[in-house]
């Protein structure tokens, strides 16, 4: 849904943010389990998240 | 003897001297920086660092993560931030800590994993190098060391000449012989053992067909795996005469004490950690009400103690 939303937001040059869910193991930064990639690199989404620019994340590595 | 005494939780691996036998377990603790705002850092047994390569690594792509029954399946891939760093920006913090700081090293290549150890071999506050040849979740090196015994020789007796410190040495359940694998390991020099890293396992969701982890094969942990833990502990205590720190699935003082009858000096507690912060410090009180309660006054004299 995120990810067709953030399609959206690219097409009509919309600006915003979304708040992302991942399955956590810490919850604190330290077990990398939450990790999304945005541009080059992977970010927490317990720590650097959970919310993003709409546009910065990469989705197509989700299964 | 007095209605509350205080047992003696101290345990000995060869030269290594902990102030209780509950150590965090490699990758559930960060470089413990993160948790000092949920305990006294100072309290617990012993700390293994995240892995540490000689490059950083950003891990395996997401999703990386997946709760099963009883346990969580892994696949992170030893995202770290390398060995240059971790001396730079990690060790300064770890330093100042009064439990033993013991660091995880992993590699793709024999060269690589001599290369960090040599790197770390002059930083002071390092008790000891926990060699990191078990992981299942990297292409590379991990547990295709780990899994052959004559494999895990070599790279055994390659880090034991690049270091003068206490090794210690982690084995992968996900092989035939796991008593095999302890002996060859020992016999190149290994000082200790750390019995064991996750199961390999996996999780697929029947709708989409997909496996939850883009790995598709991930590291088990947790309650689901302590049964299979336990057993591994029993036949590496009995084949080999070094330590061993035993750990899988403990949730509780009374699991770390299960975990020493069968023959573990100390124990690791991990996926715990994601679920009470201070779970380390929660167990070794637990291991100390125990042992008041069955009135042991060294908990060294419980390891392997188990009657059959």
Do not use: W
Not at chain 1, 12 to 40: H, P
Not at chain 2, 147 to 176: C, E, F, G, I, W
Not at chain 2, 209 to 218: D, S
Not at chain 2, 288 to 297: G, H, L, Q
């Amino acid at each position: 849904m995120l990810a067709a939303l953030q399609a959206y937001a690219r097409e009509q040059r919309l600006t915003g943010q979304m708040s992302l869910e991942a399955t956590m193991g810490c919850g604190i930064g330290t077990c990398q389990g939450c990790a999304v990639k945005q541009a080059d690199k992977y970010v927490k989404v317990c720590e650097d998240g959970p919310v993003f620019e709409i546009g910065t994340i990469d989705f197509n590595i989700k299964p | 003897m007095k209605k509350s005494f205080a047992p003696d939780l101290t345990v000995r691996l060869g030269d290594l001297v902990l102030q209780n036998p509950v150590i965090t377990a490699s990758g559930t603790f960060g470089y413990g920086e993160e948790y000092r705002e949920f305990m006294n850092l100072d309290r617990i047994g012993g700390l293994v660092t995240k892995a540490i390569t000689l490059q950083p690594r950003q891990g395996n792509a997401p999703p990386r993560l997946v709760e099963t029954a009883a346990g969580v399946l892994n696949a992170i891939g030893l995202a770290n931030v390398g060995v240059e760093a971790f001396l730079s920006q990690k060790m300064p913090f770890l330093q100042k800590l009064k439990p033993a700081v013991i660091v995880n090293v992993a590699g793709s290549t024999i060269d690589e994993y001599v290369r960090v150890i040599e790197r770390l071999e002059t930083a002071a506050g390092i008790a000891a190098l926990e060699l990191n040849i078990s992981c299942p979740n990297v292409r590379e090196g991990g547990m295709s060391f780990g899994a052959d015994p004559q494999a895990a020789h070599t790279v055994v007796k390659a880090a034991r000449a690049a270091t003068r410190r206490h090794l210690m040495v982690k084995l992968t359940p996900n092989v035939t012989d796991i008593a095999a694998i302890a002996r060859s390991v020992v016999a190149a020099g290994a000082d200790s053992l750390s019995v064991i890293n996750t199961v390999q396992g996996m999780a697929i969701d029947a709708v989409s067909r997909r496996p939850r982890l883009k790995n598709v094969f991930g590291g088990l942990s947790g309650p689901a795996i302590k049964p299979l833990a336990l057993a591994c502990v029993y036949k590496v205590a009995r084949a080999v005469r070094v330590p061993v720190v035993g750990g899988g699935g403990i949730m509780t003082g009374e699991d770390a004490v299960e975990f020493m009858i069968a023959g573990a000096r100390a124990v690791s507690v991990g996926t715990v950690n994601f679920i009470n912060p201070r779970a380390a410090l929660d167990i070794a009180a637990g291991i100390a009400a125990f042992c008041r309660k069955e009135k042991i006054v060294q908990v060294a004299d419980i390891v392997g103690t188990l009657h059959v």
